[in-house]
């Protein structure tokens, strides 16, 4: 794969030979199980993939070679280039500015664009009209365009779809800015509409059978479907696409459950469901694929807590909490600050969206086993930083500069 220029301060020496060695003995990727890292008190399960993906080092090279080249110019990102605070945090210091937040609230107006400013589209990819709107003033957005070609596989799947006349369906977050800017992609092909979980999907589902009446589909599916889409005719025909962080098991059930509600609907059988579903392998990027399964790797051990570091608005690290805490009590936080003590932790809770602190995170037993992994948009160096925290925290400090030094 290729190799990107990333800034030295998002990677560590100590995880960068970890992953190495890990490679090196499983070229193929067979194995997820994880590295154990024994500190003695404390063991760390890191996990077997973790950490920036193509995708992220691909936009963070463009990102940082696009400031170095326009010196003197105003550099606009179009919202945040990933999900990651430490790295947008960066940007937002060497004088880059966000035109919007990340769920689409404008920060500083578009008329303020002029024709010699940079804008950096981000990894996510944007929507065709803000694309449009920024070529008419003069905007080059081909140029520094950090869209993950990931996330260009599954436009270019949906268009491919559209062109054998089936209509979309977006498996994703509506508000998410991948989302947006692949409804947008789909849409300007073919009817496309957007289901965030099963429960949407089951409610969509009724609108194919005719249980619900189609006129009140437009009030529960609202915002969500195309212009001009007729839920009467436009899903007699369609394929599943996805935002490519979803949780992998929830799309193939999303997927499957409409399938078999069609061929039952249409009499249909495995040899000519394709007549009016189309067999849209999921679209989830390597990475994503990855870093989940690697979590199943992770869950196979005897772990006492879970650690996950990632931003908060990351959709791919969120998946990975959801399956941890199904298992064990997992903490997801963003920066090492949120290991307050020895006792104390303050971790986000991505149900309800609110940070809460954990008194008593760590059990009292000795040694004590934490699962380590972190989002595609998450450095190593702030993952390092956190085991180091955390392994200062159970007296294993020295046994951790002792592992550092052992991959100098
Ligand atoms: S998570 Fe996947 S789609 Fe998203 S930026 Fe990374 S490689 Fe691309």
Request: glycine share 4%; hydrophobic share 20%; net charge negative.
């Given at each position: 794969m290729k190799k990107f220029e990333v800034p030295n301060i998002y990677r560590s020496q100590l995880i960068s030979g970890i992953k190495a060695k890990r490679k090196e003995q499983d070229k193929l990727k067979k194995d997820f199980s994880p590295t154990l890292l024994d500190l003695g008190p404390v063991q760390f399960y890191l996990a077997r993939h973790f950490g920036f993906c193509y995708g992220v080092e691909n936009a963070i090279e463009i990102a940082f070679k696009t400031i170095e080249e326009n010196k003197g110019k105003r550099i606009f990102l179009l919202s945040e280039m990933i999900h990651n605070p430490q790295v947008n945090a960066t940007l937002i210091e060497r004088g880059v500015q966000f035109l919007?937040?990340?769920?689409?609230?404008?920060?500083?107006?578009?008329?303020?664009?002029?024709?010699d400013d940079v804008v950096i589209i981000p990894a996510f990819g944007t929507t065709l009209d803000i694309e449009e709107m920024l070529n008419a003033k003069g905007i080059a957005t081909e140029k520094y365009n950090t869209t993950c070609p990931f996330v260009e596989k599954v436009w270019n799947r949906s268009e491919q779809i559209a062109g054998k006349g089936y209509s979309i369906v977006v498996h994703g977050k509506p508000k998410h800015e991948e989302t947006r800017a692949t409804f947008s992609h789909a849409s300007s092909h073919t009817p496309t509409v957007i289901v965030n979980d099963m429960k949407e999907t089951i409610e969509l589902g009724k609108y194919i059978t005719g249980e619900?009446?189609?006129?009140q589909f437009y009030e529960e599916f609202k915002g969500l479907y195309s212009n001009g889409f007729d839920i009467t005719k436009d899903l007699e025909r369609f394929g599943v696409v996805n935002?490519?962080?979803?949780l992998a098991s929830d799309t193939q059930a999303i997927a499957e459950y409409l399938k078999a509600l069609v061929m039952k609907h249409y009499n249909l059988n495995a040899q000519n469901i394709s007549e009016r579903f189309a067999d849209t392998r999921d679209t989830l990027c390597y990475a994503t694929n990855d870093n989940q399964t690697a979590i199943t790797g992770l869950l196979e051990t005897d772990a006492d807590i879970a650690v996950i570091v990632g931003g908060y608005n990351s959709s791919n690290t969120t998946h990975l909490v959801e399956l941890c805490e199904e298992k064990l009590p997992t903490y997801f936080i963003n920066s090492t600050d949120k290991i307050l003590s020895s006792t104390e932790i303050m971790h986000f809770n991505?149900?309800?969206k609110k940070e809460y602190i954990t008194k008593d995170f760590f059990p009292a037993k000795r040694p004590v086993k934490i699962l380590i992994s972190s989002g595609a948009s998450c450095p190593d160096s702030l993952v390092e930083a956190v085991m180091d925290k955390l392994a200062v925290t159970c007296n294993a400090a020295d046994a951790f500069q002792q592992l550092k030094e052992s991959y100098k």
């Open positions: 919007q937040d990340t769920y689409g609230k404008q920060l500083i107006p578009f008329d303020e664009i002029r024709s619900k009446p189609a006129e935002q490519t962080t979803q991505f149900h309800d």
